[in-house]
């Protein structure tokens, strides 16, 4: 194959203006990722283009970019035609689509284990059918962030500690809850957190675990808490679905196994990806401190996390969806 793919639609015509011109390969996509450093998300998506092209034999390159657009707008991309692949994370379009940001809701999913439980019951069906919905765009993997856990420089383990910090927050949940626990909830890039808490613009982010080991936070922020407050957080790998049924069957087929591999090892490979990240917390002289149970509990009660579950009830509400009935099929899958 010597010359490149002639798209069909306008849309793909548009994706492929995106993707830049091919030249000895059939199909060349330029993928918007975000910087994540040393997470399972960075660490997936830089073994894509290699996997595509060696799937394809060449007919499917994949060049991988983070700064065409901001890490806040890569869904929007894939969907209105700015790029054609893209690594997008659920917490950045929640507010968009509510029933994707269920993980963040506090004392429902709390470990990777049930994180699994209840995408392999259902989830994981439904979130693709949102990306494609929603955002025209088909889902070919997904996987999940390191913890989530709070950096602040000064220690907050006791609820009391929480009222009037300044905590960098990552969707409207989790925003609701500070909100409810007295904090003030200051939503904020990855990207710009460290200068932040340098400076006392921020006293302390939620981030992942991951994440906040390769932005070495613990330098500003030395306290490290795990309080198991919504722990996981996912991401997906979404091709815009134009681009995708322009591809034939065959070369889908290679795409789609060598994505289903990536996607496997994102959760085989887990724990190391954490570990990791827990041995580089702790070589800057920082301790993860793990909220004891009684703790969590006390986080837990319904005059902090009302609020939280009321207010994702009326988001899901203005899109036309049950909240409640959504809840206790992720309850029901857990055994809750």
Not at 146 to 159: T, Y
Not at 234 to 263: C, H, K, R, Y
């Amino acid at each position: 194959m010597t010359t490149s793919k002639t798209w069909l639609s306008s849309a793909a015509c548009a994706l492929a203006l995106a993707a830049g011109t091919a030249s000895a390969q059939e199909y060349d996509l330029t993928m918007g990722v975000m910087t994540s450093p040393t997470d399972v998300y960075d660490e997936m998506t830089q073994l894509i283009p290699d996997r595509v092209a060696e799937a394809t034999d060449g007919e499917v390159l994949v060049t991988l970019s983070s700064s065409l657009v901001a890490a806040n707008q890569i869904a929007g991309a894939v969907r209105d035609g700015r790029l054609p692949i893209v690594a997008a994370t659920h917490a950045y379009i929640s507010a968009e689509e509510p029933r994707i940001s269920i993980f963040s809701l506090p004392g429902l999913i709390n470990s990777i284990d049930e994180y699994q439980t209840v995408r392999e019951a259902f989830w994981r069906d439904d979130v693709a059918d949102f990306w494609q919905e929603r955002w025209g765009a088909t889902m070919l993997a997904d996987g999940p962030y390191c913890p989530v856990v709070l950096f602040s420089r000064e220690p907050i383990q006791d609820v009391a500690s929480f009222e009037g910090k300044r905590i960098r927050i990552f969707d409207p949940v989790s925003a609701t809850l500070m909100e409810s626990l007295g904090a003030v909830p200051v939503p904020m890039p990855t990207t710009e957190v460290v200068p932040a808490l340098e400076r006392g613009v921020i006293d302390a982010v939620w981030t992942s675990m991951c994440a906040g080991a390769a932005f070495e936070l613990a330098r500003v922020a030395p306290n490290v808490q795990d309080w198991h407050m919504a722990p996981i957080t996912g991401w997906a790998i979404l091709i815009n679905s134009d681009v995708w049924n322009d591809m034939p069957e065959d070369v889908q087929a290679d795409v789609q196994a060598a994505m289903t591999s990536i996607e496997e090892e994102a959760f085989a490979d887990y724990d190391v990806y954490v570990g990791r990240a827990r041995d580089s917390i702790t070589a800057l002289g920082a301790e993860i401190w793990d909220a004891p149970e009684a703790l969590q509990e006390e986080l837990r009660l319904p005059e902090y996390t009302d609020a939280a579950y009321e207010g994702w009830y009326a988001r899901t509400a203005e899109i036309g969806a049950d909240g409640e009935s959504y809840v206790q099929r992720v309850r029901d899958a857990l055994g809750k």
